[in-house]
Structures are given as structure tokens and as C-alpha cells.
């Protein structure tokens, strides 16, 4: 069986677009993957966390994952917590000695988010090398993510490239798996940008744990256009555009039926359908959510994906070790 593997930052609750890019799409490959599954709570300290609210949000991922449909009791499915896994700071450290720092510091990520932090950490700038070796652990053939992440994916195929070109046969070469709708949602307030749980305006995102009230009201809110015309149009049309594909994620549409239905309206009645649409999938995941923390099961699936991926990744780091020259032959 080929493997998928992704992960979603615990910087806050996941939002309606940390579902489209990633979450939805392991739900649908889950049954024909090896699928690991991992929350990086290494990548989220890259900018300040507060640890309590870090160690909450970490268990409140696991369970959303499987509210929203992930199956942990799939034999395939490994669900684990990346700093319970020492290999992947050590190859991490690996890979930030073989890449030049220009790099990692020309990353769409890493120029956003060094602007909202003043004295942003060395981490920051090498996260990208983090999650290569979070990544190429495991010899993966997709890596189910949004078009954010996809500058990252390809800065860890180029060092897998280089690494076999230069070492010998180490690592898989992974490819991004990018959802064809919803690859980019947008922030409801600032449509240029992409939708983020780490925002500091909470009405910019709809977060998955938001009362049915509150996200009606975000979606109600939503920056659109002047225009009052109902196309998809991402470039002239950022707003408009982000509710049909908001609405097609959540329904199951296509682009293409959602500008039929909904042309020739008003902006109102889009944003009423888009906020039922995304109230009548989410508000189920809550209830199983709550389920899902009350039963008490989130232990055994951490402690039983952390043993299983350790196995994984300390063969592959052996490899690698012994290919630079680390330690004793
Ligand atoms: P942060 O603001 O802390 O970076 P985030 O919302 O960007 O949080 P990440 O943990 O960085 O979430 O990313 C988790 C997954 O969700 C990745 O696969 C990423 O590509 C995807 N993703 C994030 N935001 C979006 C979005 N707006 N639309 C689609 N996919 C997204
Ligand atoms: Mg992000």
C-alpha cells in the first residue's frame, strides 16, 4: 500500500480551510493509503504558543480529525504527535546543513509570517527543512495539503533529489496532493490572503469548533465587491469566488453547478446558502467531537501511532546517519 501523510499545525482550532486542504482530503484517500496522520506541535512553536493552550489544542486536533470523519481504527491509520518522535529533529538538523539559507528565507510562508513577528526565530526560517524530514521519514508518495504548503513540498523533493543524487537511494521522491476545489480558501474579511486559525481577527475565519451563530454570522459578514454580479473570478472576484467554492467544498458541487445555481442573484442569498452549507457538515463534527473527547480512546491511538512511527523513522534515520558519516559505522 502507498502512503499519504500530512499534518495540521495545533496553532489554534482548525478552520473551515485547514478542512478542504487537508482534513477532507485524508477522509477520502484513507481506505486505499497507508495514511500517517501527525500533529506538528515542533512547526507551531515557530511563533509563540502559550503551553497550555498548545498541549489543549494538540489533543482537541486528534479529536477533530476523527470527528470529521478519520478513522482510527482503520489498521492502516497512524495518528501521532511529532515531538513524541526524536528522528525527526534529528534529521531536521540533518537537512539544515545541507540547505542554503536563501533558500528557506525566499518561502512564501516564511516572508508572511516574519512580517507579523518582529523578531521572529531561526525556527521560523527552518521549518521548511523540519518538515522535510517530517515527510521524507516515511517514504510517502502524496502529501494531501492546500497550495500554501505546496512551496514546501517541493523544497523536500529537492532534497530528497539531491540527498540520493548524492549519497545513494534514501528517500521517495513525494508529491503534493492538491484538492482541485478548495486548495486555497480565503480569509472571509481580507480575501487576498488565504484563511489562517492563527489570525488575530477571529471573524476573518470560521473554525470548525465555532457556534452555528457565529459562523453564520462570519459568512453573513464576508467581504465581497461592489459589482453585485455572482462569477467566479478569483483574480477580479477574490470574495465572491471564495463563497462559491466555500459552498462546493462543503456540498460536494462543482464550481460550475454553484455559479448556475446561484447567477443572477443576490450576494445575500449565496451567503445564506454558503453559511447552511458549511453549518449542516460542521455541526454534526461538533457533536461527534464532543463524543469523541468523552470516550477517552485519544491515548491508546497516540501512544499506538507514536510506537509504530518511531519503528519507521529510526530505520530511515539510521540510513541517513550512516550516509553522512554520523557515529559508528
Ligand atoms: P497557521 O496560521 O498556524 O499557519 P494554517 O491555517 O495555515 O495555520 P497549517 O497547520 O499551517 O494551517 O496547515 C495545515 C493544512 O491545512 C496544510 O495542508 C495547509 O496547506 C492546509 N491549509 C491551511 N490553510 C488553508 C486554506 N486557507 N485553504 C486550504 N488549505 C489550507
Ligand atoms: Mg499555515
Not at 492502516?76 to 528522528?87: A, G, K, T, V
Not at 523533493?157 to 476545489?181: D, K, M, Q, V
Not at 492563527?198 to 465587491?225: C, G, H, Q, W, Y
Amino acid at each position: 500500500m502507498d502512503r499519504l501523510l500530512t499534518g495540521l499545525q495545533p496553532s489554534g482550532s482548525l478552520t473551515i480551510g485547514n478542512y478542504a486542504g487537508g482534513i477532507s482530503q485524508i477522509v477520502n484517500y484513507q481506505k486505499d493509503y497507508e495514511t500517517f496522520l501527525f500533529v506538528p506541535d515542533m512547526h507551531a512553536i515557530t511563533v509563540p504558543q502559550d503551553p497550555e493552550a498548545l498541549h489543549r489544542n494538540i489533543i482537541n486536533a486528534i479529536a477533530m480529525y476523527i470527528a470529521c470523519g478519520v478513522d482510527p481504527n482503520l489498521e492502516n491509520m497512524h495518528i501521532y504527535i511529532q515531538s513524541e518522535n526524536l528522528y525527526h529533529a534529528n534529521l531536521s538538523w540533518i537537512f539544515e546543513c545541507h540547505t542554503p539559507h536563501g533558500d528557506l528565507t525566499r518561502m512564501h510562508q516564511f516572508k508572511a509570517k516574519s512580517a507579523l513577528h518582529e523578531a521572529f526565530t531561526e525556527g521560523l526560517v527552518t521549518y521548511p527543512d523540519l518538515m522535510a524530514a517530517d515527510i521524507l521519514l516515511y517514504d510517502p508518495k502524496y502529501v494531501p495539503t492546500g497550495i500554501d504548503q505546496k512551496q514546501h513540498v517541493e523544497l523536500a523533493r529537492n532534497l530528497a533529489i539531491r540527498f540520493n543524487n548524492r549519497y545513494g537511494e534514501l528517500f521517495r521522491i513525494p508529491e503534493p496532493l492538491i484538492p482541485t476545489i478548495g486548495a486555497k480558501i480565503r480569509d472571509l474579511q481580507n480575501p487576498e490572503q488565504k484563511m489562517s486559525k492563527s489570525t488575530d481577527n477571529p471573524k476573518a475565519s470560521v473554525f470548525l469548533s465555532d457556534p452555528e451563530k457565529t459562523i453564520r454570522k462570519k459568512i453573513m459578514s464576508a467581504v465581497t465587491d461592489s459589482d453585485g454580479i455572482i462569477k467566479f473570478d478569483e483574480e477580479n472576484k477574490p470574495g465572491v469566488s471564495n463563497l462559491l467554492t466555500i459552498y462546493s467544498v462543503f456540498t460536494g458541487s462543482t464550481i460550475e453547478d454553484a455559479v448556475a445555481k446561484f447567477e443572477g442573484g443576490g450576494y445575500g442569498d449565496l451567503k445564506k446558502a454558503v453559511a447552511e452549507a458549511v453549518v449542516s457538515k460542521v455541526v454534526p463534527f461538533q457533536d461527534k467531537y464532543n463524543e469523541v473527547m468523552n470516550s477517552g480512546i485519544i491515548d491508546d491511538i497516540l501512544d499506538a501511532g507514536r510506537d509504530y512511527t518511531i519503528e519507521i523513522a529510526r530505520e530511515k534515520y539510521e540510513l541517513v546517519r550512516k550516509a553522512v558519516g554520523f557515529g559508528r559505522i
